[in-house]
């Protein structure tokens, strides 16, 4: 099983990312990103249930958005008004088990 992120990137503070998750698996699973921020625990961002259902961190509820293309096994992070503490690994899972390699994403200010 593969999962593929990509997207990441270094922008400034205030600006959008769309990160993407290409999965090699066609699971009824939910789909998350996580986060994981310099010197600190991995942690949920956003999960799309199998039923479209959606849950956000507080953190990021409003800015970011998780999207999911069952045709081409792919699921999307768009991530708008990006912050500082924003920064750090972005990881793709297919839940519970199935992770992505994680792609980086920095945020100036």
């Known amino acids: 099983v593969q999962l593929q992120a990509s997207g990441g990137g270094l922008v400034q503070a205030g600006e959008s990312l769309r990160l993407s998750c290409a999965a090699s698996?066609?699971?009824?699973?939910?789909r998350a990103w996580y986060h994981q921020a310099p010197g600190k625990r991995r942690a949920l961002v956003a999960r799309?249930?199998?039923?479209?259902?959606?849950t956000y961190a507080d953190s990021v509820r409003g800015r970011f958005t998780i999207s999911r293309d069952n045709t081409k096994n792919t699921f999307d992070l768009q991530m708008n008004k990006l912050k500082p503490e924003d920064s750090g690994v972005y990881y793709c899972?297919?839940?519970?088990?199935?992770w992505g390699q994680g792609t980086l994403v920095t945020v100036s200010s």
């Open positions: 899972a297919i839940e519970p088990r199935y």
């Open positions: 698996i066609t699971s009824n699973n939910a």
């Open positions: 799309i249930n199998p039923d479209g259902s959606t």
